[in-house]
């Protein structure tokens, strides 16, 4: 992948947990939320995260 690729790659893992935190809040806010969807979305915000510095840390490399 190219330096153009990994960029991509990192908005939009960016914007996935963006995406993610938001249907926390809103859960959250709900009488009765559901925890397991809550840890569900934490989960995956915590892959993306992973992701993205495994990106920067290719970009680094690319250079």
Do not use: C
Not at 11 to 22: A, C, D, F, N, P
């Amino acid at each position: 992948m190219g330096r153009k690729e990994f960029l991509k790659q990192i908005k939009s893992l960016q914007e996935r947990i963006k995406e993610h935190e938001i249907k926390i809040n809103l859960e959250q806010q709900k009488t009765i939320p559901d925890v397991n969807r809550i840890k569900y979305w934490q989960k995956e915000i915590d892959a993306f995260k992973n992701a993205i510095i495994r990106a920067e840390k290719r970009l680094r490399r690319k250079k």
